[in-house]
């Protein structure tokens, strides 16, 4: 029958339950991973010498012609529950939209990038629970998350049905045994500040500016966004992703599948058994990626973020990692990869070659999916 596969964070204990590899490993939602993992850009600098209709002048903050420190904490203090409240107080004068902006961000950031920096793995439930990826666990999760279930329910009458009794490796059903809540989503943060009341049209602008995400790339190499492994130090750039197909590049999105979603996937998958319902043969079930700390972000991060500098040297593997992916689009999907990476004699080398104005429909059509992944349901607890 083949396996069934979960991606699970092992950190937040959370799980989206998938079918067959081959459902999921080509599914164009899999850009939805990239929304979990990248990391919007941090706002500039607010430039206050703009005229936007409100005071530049900190005197006519009244009571809170405070120190910036005292300002930058009274914000700081401000709940996830009263972030709109922030947002609005912020708006009030450009000394306070200055200061603002930088709590707003990290509220975002708590939607946007969900599973930044966490330990990500996509696990078959033919995994024997003692043969799990070296190291990935700490000390305190061991007696939990390693070894097998053992059936509680053994020594009952024999004709009971266990159907319902987890069994298997501990790993797998990780999030099993945690309330069942969605995590924050990207559409939650938007609703929040639906309702803007009196805001004139000019502060509606201004709150747009504070509360969106900025996903943006300017073209240059040491912006570009890269999918990494934080655990090994190893990156995938986007434009390498990109060359398989000849899409263009927006951010950490590409206008074509694959995306760095599905590279991250062809690198996290972790079993015993090498079924995986897909026509390639290399050792997939065996990713050398699975169950490390996992983001999306841009080059400069590398040496700007103190999280990601400390690791020392980072070696770039896009080469590597994107030959993979494309041995694996080869054997299933090789319509979607530009004509000279397809394999010579492929029916599909002869295929003509789709119009600009059919790849943008298709392109529209799957950034506007905003379902699950794959159809699947994020289960588990997220600490707020």
Not at 190 to 196: E, N
Not at 255 to 276: K, N
Request: aromatic share 8%; proline share 4%.
């Amino acid at each position: 029958m083949g396996q069934y596969w979960k991606l699970i964070n092992i950190d937040q204990r959370q799980s989206v339950s998938w079918g067959k590899l081959c459902q999921v490993i080509f599914a164009p939602t899999l850009i939805n991973l990239v929304w979990l993992l990248a990391m919007p850009r941090k706002p500039k600098p607010y430039d206050r010498s703009n005229e936007r209709g409100r005071s530049k002048d900190p005197r006519d903050l009244g009571a809170l012609n405070l120190p910036f420190d005292v300002l930058a904490a009274i914000f700081e203090a401000i709940g996830s529950e009263n972030i709109v409240d922030a947002a609005y107080l912020a708006l009030t004068n450009t000394f306070l939209r200055a200061i603002g902006q930088k709590r707003i961000y990290n509220e975002l950031a708590s939607y946007y990038a969900a599973w930044y920096l966490e330990r990500i793995i996509c696990v078959g439930d033919y995994l024997e629970g003692d043969d799990l990826p070296p190291d990935i666990l700490k000390e305190d999760e061991k007696e939990s998350l390693s070894g097998d279930i053992s059936d509680t329910n053994s020594d009952d009458d024999s004709t009971s049905n266990h159907s319902d009794v987890p069994h298997g490796a501990r790993l797998y059903h990780a999030a099993d045994a945690e309330t069942n809540r969605s995590s924050r989503t990207i559409g939650h943060w938007r609703k929040r500040f639906a309702a803007k009341g009196k805001l004139s049209k000019a502060e509606r602008r201004e709150l747009e500016d504070l509360i969106r995400a900025d996903f943006s790339w300017d073209g240059r190499q040491e912006t570009e966004w890269i999918l990494c492994n934080w655990t090994r130090a190893e990156y995938v750039r986007n434009g390498g992703v990109a060359r398989l197909t000849g899409s263009e590049i927006d951010g950490p999105m590409t206008s074509a599948d694959p995306s760095l979603g599905h590279v991250l996937l062809t690198q996290i998958c972790w079993s015993s058994d090498d079924s995986t319902s897909v026509n390639y043969r290399g050792p997939l079930h065996r990713g050398r990626w699975a169950g490390h700390y996992i983001a999306i972000t841009t080059m400069d991060q590398l040496t700007e973020n103190v999280r990601f500098a400390d690791k020392g040297n980072w070696v770039d593997v896009t080469e590597e990692v994107v030959a993979q992916v494309l041995e694996i689009w080869r054997a299933e999907h090789p319509e979607v990869l530009v004509p000279h990476l397809r394999l010579k004699g492929d029916v599909s080398d002869s295929t003509p070659v789709s119009t600009d104005e059919e790849d943008r429909v298709q392109s529209e059509e799957k950034a506007a999916d905003k379902g699950a992944l794959a159809g699947g349901e994020v289960s588990g607890d997220r600490e707020e």
